[in-house]
């Protein structure tokens, strides 16, 4: 079984080719460790780009084995939560 994906949204700022401003860390257990989702929110609004990572811990052992970073290429916000898909991203078969 796999467990909750941690989350990492920060700002993508060209041309830094990793992102050094975390705007939002999550944990496992959906929990944020640091930054908040109002910073997450305010990128949004001001139109700055965003990327996300997530990680899987296929052994639940608390340490992801997998991480993935993407741009978010298209987000939404909806009821003052800011939802990203990364580019690329597409539906199941």
Known sequence: ???PLPLLATLAL???PSCSIPLLR???EGRATS???DAV???FKAGLP???DWSLDVDPDGTPEVSHWADAGFLTEFEG???AVPDGARRAP
């Open 1 to 3: 079984m796999l467990s």
């Open 14 to 16: 060209p041309p830094e």
């Open 26 to 28: 999550v944990d496992l």
């Open 35 to 37: 930054g908040t989702k």
């Open 41 to 43: 929110l305010s990128a």
């Open 50 to 52: 965003l990327r996300v």
């Open 81 to 83: 939560e800011v939802f």
